[in-house]
Nanobody
Framework: QIQLVESGGGLVRAGGSLTLSCAAS????????ISWYRQAPGDQRDLVAT????????NYGESVKGRFTISRDDNRNTANLRMNDLKPEDTAVYYC??????????????WGQGTQVTVSA
């Protein structure tokens, strides 16, 4: 089992920056990817960014491309999300997600508790 703890959320003015951190602990040997998702009240939980462990490949949601950057620290099992040029529409609870590989191609999903990001106009 993997436990995820997010930190770094807060209140920021439009155009400002924040960095979120996700610390993973537990059985991380077969960790495949770490992602950030976000969800505003009444909205779907949308993918923000993913970093794959084996090749460090990264994917980004279209609305954050060029503004957000995901990175990871192997030794600390930590993934960071650097958010630049924040906009009010970025306001949401941001969740860290871990994908673990299992036998026969099975996958296991783990979620953090979330951290609030609020961007004021």
């Amino acid at each position: 089992q993997i436990q995820l703890v997010e930190s770094g959320g807060g209140l920021v003015r439009a155009g400002g920056s924040l960095t979120l951190s996700c610390a993973a602990s537990g059985a991380t040997l077969n960790l495949k990817a770490i992602s950030w998702y976000r969800q505003a009240p009444g909205d779907q939980r949308d993918l923000v960014a993913t970093v794959y462990i084996d090749d460090n490949r990264k994917n980004y949601g279209e609305s954050v491309k060029g503004r957000f950057t995901i990175s990871r620290d192997d030794n600390r099992n930590t993934a960071n999300l650097r958010m630049n040029d924040l906009k009010p529409e970025d306001t949401a609870v941001y969740y860290c997600h871990a994908l673990e590989g299992g036998p026969y191609g099975m996958k296991y999903d783990y979620w953090g508790q979330g951290t609030q990001v609020t961007v004021s106009a």
